[in-house]
Structures are given as C-alpha cells and as structure tokens.
C-alpha cells in the first residue's frame, strides 16, 4: 500500500481566514513533504520533516504553518493568505529522507 | 533552482502508437523517477530507477537509468486514451540530508482515439 491520503480535497477560504490542511499516512514512512504546485508547472518544495522534526524549510512566508503530531500525521495552518498562494498543496512521503517519495491526491485551495 | 529538461512541453499522438520522452541533466543523479499526473490530482509514480544501466518495466511503461547518469527516458508503448497527462521525470541527488527531488517542467500528452 503506498496511499497517502488529503483532506480536504477543495478549500475556498478569505485572506483573513486560518484554516488547516491535513495529510495522512500509514506506510510507516519517517519523511514527510509539503509541496506547493500552480497550474502546468512541477511542483515546489515548501517543507520536509524527518522523524517529525523540521530538518527543511524552503524560505517559506510565516503564514504557513507546519505541523507533524506523529509520524503518520502532517499539517500545513494557514492563516492571512494572499490571493496568490492559490494552488494545488501536495503532501508527499518516503521511507527516510532520499527515498523514493509518494505523493497525496492534494488539496486545491482558493484564496480570495 | 535548477531544472532537469525535458522537451516537448506537449506531445499529440494517435491511440495505438508508441511514444518516447527524455529527460536530461548537466549534472549526475542517483536516482530517476517519473511521475504521471492527472488534472487536479496529485502526481503518482510510474517508475524508479536506482542504478545507471538499469532498464525497468511497468506494463506498456519502459524507462532507463542512463549510462552517464544524466540523463532519463520513458517509453510508453500502444498508447490509449487514459494516458493523457503530464508526464513529469524528477531526479535525486543523494540519499539522507539534502536530497531533495529536482523535477522536470513536464510534458503533456495527449492522445487522438
């Protein structure tokens, strides 16, 4: 099984709204990802965490928020998002860090 | 930062044939991956690749490790209409600390039934 499950799957929010998105994973896998993607490009690194500590932080605005509770559990907070940050959020994960990664269905999110 | 390319930006063919896509690099690899993404839906892996040489299957999927460990590619054989997508390479440089996916700009197929 190499599920990594989102949710949720669409999310519409104001710019002085904090919402979170969820990631989930039960391949006992030790790495997670945040990643950001925008329409017909390849997708950005924003996070990595490894045996749930931050180890990557890809110069990412403060209104972005990680959280890793366990090792199957990933979040991204967010909060006073611009119209901009509007794409498709990606969480990914792989046995260690340099493992070959799995990616999520993802959450498309709106930012009006 | 940098990019692996990969060229066309879009391929059109007709259901049935067969169809190739590179991916290449200036510098060397470890590991090649392909991923295949479906709009709105998050990209799902077709095949890895560990070691320079190595020559892998997925059904009609085919994709190489190159010898100089540079460069990538993908066959995808009798092609039918589900195929349609972008197809993205990504490559890694090392195992452990600082090893993060280097993509490609993707190429987007589509196929004429």
């Known amino acids: 099984d190499t599920e990594v499950t989102q949710t949720p799957k669409h999310l519409v929010m104001g710019m002085t709204n904090k919402k979170s998105l969820k990631c989930e994973q039960h391949?006992?896998?030790?790495?997670m990802y945040w990643y950001k993607q925008k329409a017909k490009k390849p997708p950005e690194l924003m996070f990595v965490?490894?045996?749930?500590?931050?180890?990557i932080n890809e110069s990412v605005p403060s209104r972005f928020s990680p959280e890793c509770p366990n090792s199957s559990l990933l979040n991204l907070h967010l909060h006073a998002l611009q119209p901009e940050d509007s794409a498709l959020y990606l969480c990914?994960?792989?046995?260690?860090?340099?493992?070959?990664?799995?990616f999520g269905p993802g959450t498309r999110l709106l930012v009006l | 930062g940098q990019q692996l390319n990969q060229s066309p930006q879009s391929m059109f063919i007709q259901e049935g044939e067969d169809v190739s896509m590179n991916c290449t690099s200036s510098?060397?690899?470890?590991?090649w991956l392909w991923y295949k993404q479906d709009p709105g839906e998050g990209p799902v892996l077709l095949i890895a690749?560990?070691?320079?040489?190595e020559l892998t299957s997925n059904g009609r999927l085919t994709a190489q490790f190159g010898i100089t460990r540079k460069d990538s590619f993908l066959n995808i054989s009798a092609s039918i209409p589900s195929d349609v997508g972008i197809y993205f390479c990504?490559?890694?440089?090392?195992?452990?600390?600082?090893?993060?996916?280097?993509f490609g700009k993707g190429i987007t197929l589509s196929v004429r039934p």
């Open positions: 965490y490894s045996y749930e500590k931050l180890s």
């Open positions: 510098s060397i690899f470890n590991t």
């Open positions: 391949m006992g896998h030790r790495a």
């Open positions: 990914a994960s792989s046995q260690w860090r340099g493992e070959t990664q799995y």
């Open positions: 990504a490559g890694q440089k090392a195992f452990g600390a600082n090893s993060k996916l280097t």
């Open positions: 690749l560990y070691k320079a040489g």
